[in-house]
Protein backbone atom coordinates (compact mmCIF):
# COMPACT_ATOMS: atom_id res chain seq x y z
CA UNK A 1 0.00 0.00 0.00
CA UNK A 2 0.99 3.17 -1.00
CA UNK A 3 2.38 5.97 1.86
CA UNK A 4 -0.23 8.19 0.81
CA UNK A 5 -3.22 6.11 1.14
CA UNK A 6 -1.80 4.53 3.96
CA UNK A 7 -1.55 8.09 5.61
CA UNK A 8 -4.42 9.85 4.66
CA UNK A 9 -7.26 6.52 5.66
CA UNK A 10 -4.62 6.85 8.82
CA UNK A 11 -5.82 10.54 9.58
CA UNK A 12 -9.12 10.23 8.59
CA UNK A 13 -9.47 7.32 11.43
CA UNK A 14 -7.52 9.38 13.79
CA UNK A 15 -9.93 12.63 13.55
CA UNK A 16 -12.69 9.87 13.95
CA UNK A 17 -11.61 8.67 16.84
CA UNK A 18 -10.70 12.03 18.44
CA UNK A 19 -14.95 11.97 18.87
CA UNK A 20 -16.01 8.39 19.09
CA UNK A 21 -14.20 7.24 21.86
CA UNK A 22 -13.33 3.14 21.56
CA UNK A 23 -15.75 2.25 18.59
CA UNK A 24 -12.47 1.58 15.97
CA UNK A 25 -13.92 -1.14 14.14
CA UNK A 26 -17.47 0.52 13.69
CA UNK A 27 -15.42 3.84 12.58
CA UNK A 28 -13.47 1.16 10.10
CA UNK A 29 -16.44 0.06 8.31
CA UNK A 30 -17.89 3.72 7.78
CA UNK A 31 -14.72 4.44 6.37
CA UNK A 32 -14.47 0.94 3.99
CA UNK A 33 -17.79 2.00 2.91
CA UNK A 34 -17.00 5.48 1.74
CA UNK A 35 -13.74 4.07 0.01
CA UNK A 36 -15.86 1.31 -1.52
CA UNK A 37 -18.06 4.41 -3.36
CA UNK A 38 -21.45 3.41 -0.86
CA UNK A 39 -23.40 4.71 1.32
CA UNK A 40 -23.77 3.64 5.34
CA UNK A 41 -26.79 3.37 7.73
CA UNK A 42 -25.65 3.77 11.00
CA UNK A 43 -28.82 1.30 12.74
CA UNK A 44 -29.17 1.69 16.68
CA UNK A 45 -30.87 2.79 19.76
CA UNK A 46 -30.79 6.50 20.90
CA UNK A 47 -27.67 8.44 22.49
CA UNK A 48 -25.19 6.37 21.45
CA UNK A 49 -23.44 8.80 19.12
CA UNK A 50 -24.80 7.76 15.74
CA UNK A 51 -25.19 11.83 14.31
CA UNK A 52 -22.40 12.37 15.83
CA UNK A 53 -20.02 9.56 14.14
CA UNK A 54 -22.11 10.76 10.66
CA UNK A 55 -20.66 14.54 11.44
CA UNK A 56 -17.61 14.00 12.07
CA UNK A 57 -17.09 12.15 8.70
CA UNK A 58 -18.90 15.43 7.09
CA UNK A 59 -16.59 17.68 9.13
CA UNK A 60 -13.20 15.17 8.37
CA UNK A 61 -14.03 15.81 4.69
CA UNK A 62 -13.15 19.39 2.67
CA UNK A 63 -16.44 19.54 1.02
CA UNK A 64 -20.03 20.50 0.63
CA UNK A 65 -21.66 18.75 4.01
CA UNK A 66 -25.92 18.80 4.55
CA UNK A 67 -28.23 17.36 6.71
CA UNK A 68 -31.72 16.42 6.67
CA UNK A 69 -33.73 16.09 9.39
CA UNK A 70 -36.52 13.26 8.25
CA UNK A 71 -39.40 14.14 9.93
CA UNK A 72 -43.57 13.43 9.04
CA UNK A 73 -44.28 15.92 7.13
CA UNK A 74 -41.03 15.93 5.25
CA UNK A 75 -41.92 16.30 1.29
CA UNK A 76 -39.93 14.60 -1.85
CA UNK A 77 -38.99 17.33 -3.42
CA UNK A 78 -37.43 19.16 0.30
CA UNK A 79 -34.64 16.25 -0.56
CA UNK A 80 -34.10 16.91 -4.16
CA UNK A 81 -35.32 20.11 -4.83
CA UNK A 82 -37.86 21.69 -6.64
CA UNK A 83 -38.53 24.13 -9.32
CA UNK A 84 -40.08 27.87 -8.45
CA UNK A 85 -41.95 30.04 -10.44
CA UNK A 86 -41.23 33.38 -10.74
CA UNK A 87 -43.93 35.72 -11.07
CA UNK A 88 -42.08 38.86 -11.91
CA UNK A 89 -40.64 37.58 -15.31
CA UNK A 90 -42.21 34.63 -15.62
CA UNK A 91 -39.52 32.67 -15.65
CA UNK A 92 -38.60 29.30 -13.80
CA UNK A 93 -35.61 29.10 -11.38
CA UNK A 94 -34.72 25.30 -10.28
CA UNK A 95 -33.34 24.62 -6.58
CA UNK A 96 -31.30 22.92 -5.29
CA UNK A 97 -32.37 20.32 -2.51
CA UNK A 98 -29.55 19.34 0.32
CA UNK A 99 -28.95 16.31 -1.87
CA UNK A 100 -26.70 18.46 -4.01
CA UNK A 101 -23.52 18.25 -1.42
CA UNK A 102 -20.60 15.54 -1.15
CA UNK A 103 -21.34 14.17 2.39
CA UNK A 104 -25.36 13.78 2.75
CA UNK A 105 -26.38 13.24 6.67
CA UNK A 106 -30.02 11.95 6.66
CA UNK A 107 -30.67 11.58 9.85
CA UNK A 108 -33.26 9.38 11.49
CA UNK A 109 -34.38 8.14 8.18
CA UNK A 110 -37.07 5.85 9.01
CA UNK A 111 -39.17 8.98 10.74
CA UNK A 112 -40.94 9.87 7.64
CA UNK A 113 -42.81 8.20 5.42
CA UNK A 114 -41.60 5.41 2.51
CA UNK A 115 -43.28 8.05 -0.43
CA UNK A 116 -40.53 10.94 0.89
CA UNK A 117 -37.73 8.15 1.75
CA UNK A 118 -37.80 7.04 -2.18
CA UNK A 119 -36.47 10.27 -2.71
CA UNK A 120 -33.32 9.03 -2.54
CA UNK A 121 -33.34 5.87 -4.25
CA UNK A 122 -32.36 7.17 -7.51
CA UNK A 123 -29.96 9.86 -5.34
CA UNK A 124 -27.78 7.06 -3.74
CA UNK A 125 -28.40 4.40 -6.92
CA UNK A 126 -26.92 6.72 -9.82
CA UNK A 127 -25.63 9.71 -8.11
CA UNK A 128 -28.59 11.86 -9.96
CA UNK A 129 -31.55 13.55 -9.68
CA UNK A 130 -34.48 13.71 -12.27
CA UNK A 131 -36.81 16.79 -12.27
CA UNK A 132 -39.52 17.40 -14.61
CA UNK A 133 -37.50 14.99 -17.45
CA UNK A 134 -34.22 16.65 -16.67
CA UNK A 135 -30.81 15.01 -15.65
CA UNK A 136 -29.29 16.84 -12.83
CA UNK A 137 -25.59 15.42 -12.10
CA UNK A 138 -24.36 15.24 -8.48
CA UNK A 139 -20.82 16.37 -7.38
CA UNK A 140 -18.53 13.64 -6.48
CA UNK A 141 -17.52 12.39 -4.60
CA UNK A 142 -21.16 12.08 -3.19
CA UNK A 143 -21.61 9.81 0.47
CA UNK A 144 -24.97 9.43 2.09
CA UNK A 145 -24.32 8.48 5.93
CA UNK A 146 -28.22 7.56 7.03
CA UNK A 147 -29.11 7.24 10.91
CA UNK A 148 -32.12 5.26 12.42
CA UNK A 149 -33.97 3.62 15.66
CA UNK A 150 -34.68 0.39 15.77
CA UNK A 151 -38.15 -0.24 13.71
CA UNK A 152 -40.07 -0.88 16.73
CA UNK A 153 -39.71 2.40 18.39
CA UNK A 154 -42.09 4.73 18.47
CA UNK A 155 -43.09 7.03 15.56
CA UNK A 156 -40.68 5.09 12.87
CA UNK A 157 -41.89 3.68 9.62
CA UNK A 158 -39.89 0.70 7.87
CA UNK A 159 -37.55 1.69 5.20
CA UNK A 160 -38.21 0.07 1.78
CA UNK A 161 -36.63 -2.80 1.10
CA UNK A 162 -35.48 -1.05 -2.07
CA UNK A 163 -34.02 1.75 -0.02
CA UNK A 164 -32.47 -0.98 2.78
CA UNK A 165 -30.18 -2.30 -0.66
CA UNK A 166 -28.69 0.79 -1.30
CA UNK A 167 -27.10 1.18 1.66
CA UNK A 168 -23.48 -0.35 1.62
CA UNK A 169 -23.23 -1.33 4.81
CA UNK A 170 -25.36 -1.65 8.29
CA UNK A 171 -22.74 -0.40 11.24
CA UNK A 172 -24.46 -0.67 14.61
CA UNK A 173 -22.07 1.33 17.23
CA UNK A 174 -23.49 0.03 20.51
CA UNK A 175 -22.99 1.18 24.19
CA UNK A 176 -19.21 2.22 24.80
CA UNK A 177 -17.24 0.29 27.69
CA UNK A 178 -17.00 1.75 31.03
CA UNK A 179 -13.73 3.56 30.43
CA UNK A 180 -14.94 5.04 27.42
CA UNK A 181 -17.74 6.07 29.05
CA UNK A 182 -16.05 7.85 31.59
CA UNK A 183 -13.45 9.25 28.69
CA UNK A 184 -16.65 10.41 27.03
CA UNK A 185 -18.16 12.95 30.16
CA UNK A 186 -14.68 14.27 30.46
CA UNK A 187 -14.35 15.46 26.47
CA UNK A 188 -16.89 16.90 27.02
CA UNK A 189 -16.38 18.64 30.55
CA UNK A 190 -15.75 22.15 28.63
CA UNK A 191 -17.30 21.60 24.80
CA UNK A 192 -17.50 18.95 22.35
CA UNK A 193 -15.02 17.32 21.06
CA UNK A 194 -16.77 17.50 17.31
CA UNK A 195 -16.30 21.84 17.79
CA UNK A 196 -12.50 20.61 17.11
CA UNK A 197 -12.48 18.89 14.15
CA UNK A 198 -11.29 20.14 11.26
CA UNK A 199 -10.64 18.80 7.60
CA UNK A 200 -8.11 16.83 6.77
CA UNK A 201 -8.99 15.10 3.66
CA UNK A 202 -10.45 16.77 0.21
CA UNK A 203 -12.99 15.47 -2.08
CA UNK A 204 -10.09 15.17 -4.91
CA UNK A 205 -8.38 12.72 -2.12
CA UNK A 206 -10.98 11.05 -1.79
CA UNK A 207 -12.15 10.17 -5.33
CA UNK A 208 -8.04 9.07 -5.37
CA UNK A 209 -8.87 6.59 -2.35
CA UNK A 210 -11.38 5.01 -4.25
CA UNK A 211 -10.02 4.45 -7.32
CA UNK A 212 -7.04 2.64 -5.84
CA UNK A 213 -9.60 0.43 -4.36
CA UNK A 214 -10.57 -0.67 -7.63
CA UNK A 215 -7.51 -1.70 -8.17
CA UNK A 216 -7.18 -4.51 -6.09
CA UNK A 217 -6.88 -7.75 -7.14
CA UNK A 218 -9.95 -10.27 -7.02
CA UNK A 219 -9.26 -13.62 -7.40
CA UNK A 220 -11.86 -15.70 -9.43
CA UNK A 221 -11.98 -18.33 -6.84
CA UNK A 222 -13.19 -15.22 -4.33
CA UNK A 223 -15.20 -13.67 -6.60
CA UNK A 224 -17.25 -17.42 -6.99
CA UNK A 225 -17.12 -17.76 -3.09
CA UNK A 226 -19.04 -14.67 -3.02
CA UNK A 227 -21.93 -15.38 -5.62
CA UNK A 228 -21.98 -18.82 -3.72
CA UNK A 229 -22.23 -17.44 -0.69
CA UNK A 230 -25.39 -15.14 -1.14
CA UNK A 231 -26.80 -17.92 -3.36
CA UNK A 232 -27.49 -19.68 -0.16
CA UNK A 233 -29.93 -17.11 1.06
CA UNK A 234 -31.55 -16.91 -1.84
CA UNK A 235 -32.62 -20.26 -1.97
CA UNK A 236 -33.32 -20.38 2.12
CA UNK A 237 -36.92 -20.65 2.85
CA UNK A 238 -36.67 -18.19 6.41
CA UNK A 239 -36.69 -15.55 3.65
CA UNK A 240 -39.18 -13.56 1.74
CA UNK A 241 -36.33 -11.83 -0.12
CA UNK A 242 -32.31 -12.89 -0.58
CA UNK A 243 -29.58 -11.07 -1.71
CA UNK A 244 -29.58 -9.17 -4.84
CA UNK A 245 -26.98 -8.88 -7.19
CA UNK A 246 -25.85 -5.25 -5.65
CA UNK A 247 -25.68 -6.78 -2.83
CA UNK A 248 -22.94 -9.29 -4.20
CA UNK A 249 -21.23 -5.97 -6.00
CA UNK A 250 -21.49 -4.18 -2.34
CA UNK A 251 -19.22 -7.32 -1.02
CA UNK A 252 -16.80 -7.44 -3.47
CA UNK A 253 -16.14 -4.02 -3.35
CA UNK A 254 -15.97 -3.77 0.42
CA UNK A 255 -13.59 -6.47 0.31
CA UNK A 256 -11.28 -4.82 -2.13
CA UNK A 257 -11.86 -1.76 0.11
CA UNK A 258 -11.02 -3.54 3.50
CA UNK A 259 -7.73 -5.23 1.72
CA UNK A 260 -6.46 -2.11 0.54
CA UNK A 261 -6.96 -0.57 3.79
CA UNK A 262 -4.36 -3.47 5.75
CA UNK A 263 -1.76 -2.88 3.02
CA UNK A 264 -2.41 -6.14 0.49
CA UNK A 265 -3.26 -5.23 -3.22
CA UNK A 266 -5.36 -8.44 -3.19
CA UNK A 267 -8.77 -9.88 -1.66
CA UNK A 268 -8.40 -12.79 0.30
CA UNK A 269 -12.05 -15.18 1.56
CA UNK A 270 -11.11 -13.71 5.39
CA UNK A 271 -11.96 -10.10 3.65
CA UNK A 272 -15.34 -11.45 2.33
CA UNK A 273 -16.18 -13.60 6.00
CA UNK A 274 -15.48 -10.31 8.01
CA UNK A 275 -17.37 -7.68 6.10
CA UNK A 276 -20.73 -10.36 5.22
CA UNK A 277 -22.70 -9.42 7.89
CA UNK A 278 -22.62 -5.56 7.68
CA UNK A 279 -22.75 -5.88 4.25
CA UNK A 280 -25.38 -8.17 3.45
CA UNK A 281 -27.71 -8.90 6.76
CA UNK A 282 -29.63 -5.50 6.65
CA UNK A 283 -30.77 -6.73 2.76
CA UNK A 284 -32.97 -10.02 4.12
CA UNK A 285 -36.21 -10.01 4.71
CA UNK A 286 -37.56 -12.69 6.67
CA UNK A 287 -40.61 -14.35 5.95
CA UNK A 288 -44.01 -13.71 9.11
CA UNK A 289 -42.89 -17.35 10.44
CA UNK A 290 -38.76 -16.56 10.84
CA UNK A 291 -39.67 -13.77 12.75
CA UNK A 292 -41.41 -15.16 15.62
CA UNK A 293 -38.60 -18.06 15.77
CA UNK A 294 -36.01 -15.77 17.03
CA UNK A 295 -33.54 -15.67 14.09
CA UNK A 296 -31.98 -12.73 12.82
CA UNK A 297 -30.61 -11.81 9.40
CA UNK A 298 -27.01 -11.57 10.77
CA UNK A 299 -28.07 -15.47 11.92
CA UNK A 300 -29.13 -16.49 8.53
CA UNK A 301 -25.73 -14.92 7.22
CA UNK A 302 -23.70 -16.78 10.03
CA UNK A 303 -25.02 -20.09 8.69
CA UNK A 304 -24.63 -18.75 5.46
CA UNK A 305 -20.70 -18.65 6.64
CA UNK A 306 -20.39 -22.05 7.93
CA UNK A 307 -22.26 -23.56 4.76
CA UNK A 308 -20.52 -22.50 2.06
CA UNK A 309 -17.12 -23.70 1.38
CA UNK A 310 -13.81 -21.46 2.24
CA UNK A 311 -11.75 -21.60 -1.24
CA UNK A 312 -7.84 -21.77 -0.80
Known sequence: MSESFAATVARMEK???CVIRGKHESVRLVLISMLAGGHTLLEDVPGTGKTTLAKSLARSVDGVFRRIQFTPDLLPADITGSTFYSPKDGSFTFREGPVFSNVLLADEINRTSPRTQSALLEVMSEKQVTIEGKRKELPEPFFVIATQNPSDFHGTYPLPEAQLDRFTACVSLGYPDFAHEVEILYSQNE???????????????????????KTVRFDRAVAEYVVKLVDVTRADGRLRLGISPRGSLALYRTSQARARMDGRDHVTPEDVRELAVPVLAHRLLLDTKAKYTGVSPADIVKEALTKTPVPR
Open 15 to 17: NLE
Open 191 to 213: HHPLDDLKPVVSCREVLDLQAQV
